[in-house]
């Protein structure tokens, strides 16, 4: 007979200000014996200040239980698809932080900033490389960021061709990352939506329709958002190109290709690239990116200011180039992202990068081939980075819908994977393991998706109250979002406006 487990107690369960005893303390501060100095006018303090009363232990363990509560990539998978929650080598964050660039002012004359002006240009160089798409700027500090800037580059270079007026359109498919036509609307272009065909790539025939002399630019994002590779991307490039339009590329899942394909060979105009997503810095939680915009020579002149070059007498210097579209933030975007790029690029080498895309693809497809049959898969042929399935049988059988089954998986201890996205699956359950999970892990996480599914027969009115292990189970989120409570409030005070 086993006996049941006694229940720990959670020491992050009530507030620090909520727990403790009246004149306990953390610390014993000694008596100053200095000379005593007049408090400051009565009016600037305050006259009542609530403070938690607890010993130093029960703080280290209200904190240490806090800590344990947030999910990260070194707690478990987390297979949140598009956003390539990969593990990130800890000697990256050693070099981004060892003293020389970590002490860097952004405003340091070039002559002072040597070593980080030469990392940045090899980054730089590495990058435009990479892509097949040599000039680079570094400075936008997010994907969405690296967009606005590449549709803004063929404005400019719309503009001085002398059809900006006539050429007001950009055609984005329907499977694209939300930025996208959001970039394009906020550039001022009006969206003409390509449908996806029935494998998953990009309508071909809807885009020779569609290309005429009001097209500015398609905005393709390679691999797509099904985890799919564009078929024939180089032949639809001729077309685009043919019609004097561009082609811009979303470069976000460069995690699936880099090392074997090269945007710029397949006829890419610009991409932006997501660092914080393949290249070592973790992606979400609304921390600092990078997202590098690269491009042809053609679009150089035109790329955002600043640009890292090596000049004449040897020293690298930040330039702005001469038709630029300005400067999108201050300074040279996020250097401590880029610089763990630089070293992740450096430790990997060309022969790395490639591994890296092989592995994950081969993870991806192993997660597909396990789930295959539990769940239902849209569109049913090999991917790359990432599969997404779908939860409609789940839904119509027994009314479990994707979100039940996404809460659920925190009681088997993973972080769900990207729900309702991309928009045209149906209860879509969108899952990007990335190269970093054993397979042991890719198992473990089919093993709780499969376990779900038989909970879904099995007792479907369970699935609707997960999360049954975390603190809050579901939230009001329109609330949660409009007004947020940020700060403790002594028990039945007024709500704050
Ligand atoms: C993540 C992502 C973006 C946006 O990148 P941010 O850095 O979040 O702005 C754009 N497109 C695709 C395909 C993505 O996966």
Redesign the pocket.
């Known amino acids: 007979m086993t006996l049941p487990r006694p229940k720990t107690e959670d020491f992050g369960a009530r507030l620090s200000f909520d727990r403790g005893s009246p004149g306990r303390r953390a610390v014993d501060v000694p008596a100053w014996a200095g000379d005593e100095r007049p408090l400051p006018d009565t009016h600037l303090l305050r006259d009542s200040l609530r403070l938690p009363e607890l010993s130093q232990g029960e703080l280290v363990r209200y904190y240490t239980a806090l800590s344990a509560r947030n999910f990260g990539i070194d707690s478990g998978t987390y297979p949140l698809g598009?956003?390539t929650m990969k593990y990130n080598p800890k000697v990256d964050d050693l070099v981004a932080s060892s003293a020389g660039f970590a002490t860097a002012h952004p405003q340091s004359p070039a002559e002072e900033a040597q070593g980080t002006l030469r990392t940045l240009l090899e980054l730089r160089r590495g990058l435009g490389e990479a892509t097949g798409l040599p000039a680079v700027s570094l400075a936008p500090a997010?994907?969405?960021?690296g967009?606005l800037a590449g549709v803004l580059m063929i404005t400019r270079a719309l503009e001085d061709r002398g059809e900006l007026e006539t050429r007001r359109r950009i055609l984005v498919p329907d499977s694209a990352?939300g930025?996208?036509p959001a970039t394009a609307a906020m550039a001022g272009f009006a969206v003409t939506q390509i449908p996806t065909a029935a494998d998953g790539s990009l309508d071909r025939a809807t885009i020779e329709q569609e290309l005429d002399e009001s097209v500015a630019a398609v905005m393709v994002?390679a691999p797509n958002?099904l985890g799919l590779w564009e078929q024939g991307i180089e032949d639809v490039a001729d077309l685009i190109h043919g019609a004097g339009a561009y082609l811009y590329g979303?470069g976000?899942?460069f995690n699936a290709i880099m090392g074997r394909v090269r945007y710029g060979d397949l006829g890419f105009d610009v991409v932006h690239l997501?660092l914080?997503?393949s290249f070592s810095t973790p992606?979400g939680g609304g921390g600092p990116?990078a997202?590098p915009v690269c491009c042809s020579e053609e679009l150089a002149p035109y790329l955002p200011t600043p640009v890292v070059e090596e000049c004449e007498d040897g020293l690298v210097r930040l330039t702005a180039p001469e038709r630029s579209i300005g400067q999108l933030q201050q300074f040279h975007g996020n250097v401590g992202v880029l610089i763990r790029a630089y070293a992740y690029m450096r430790a990997l080498g060309l022969k790395g990068l490639r591994a890296v895309s092989g592995q994950a693809v081969l993870n991806a497809n192993y997660l597909r081939v396990l789930l295959h049959g539990h769940y239902d898969l849209p569109y049913d042929r090999p991917v790359l980075h990432e599969v997404v399935f779908s939860g409609s049988r789940q839904r119509r059988e027994h009314g479990v819908r994707t979100y039940d089954i996404a809460k659920r998986l925190i009681d088997h201890g993973f972080h769900p994977p990207t729900v309702y996205f991309p928009l045209i699956v149906e209860e879509a359950l969108m899952m990007e393991p990335t190269e970093t999970e054993p397979p042991e892990a890719i198992e473990a996480f089919a093993a709780a998706m499969i376990a779900i599914a038989e909970e879904a027969e099995e007792d479907p009115e369970e699935l609707h109250g997960a999360p049954w292990t975390a603190p809050i189970g579901r939230l009001d989120e329109a609330t949660a979002a409009r007004r947020p409570v940020l700060r403790w409030q002594e028990e039945g005070a007024d709500s704050p406006a």
């Open positions: 598009s956003c997010a994907g969405a960021q967009e990352h930025t996208n994002t958002t979303d976000a899942n997501n914080h997503k992606h990116g997202g």
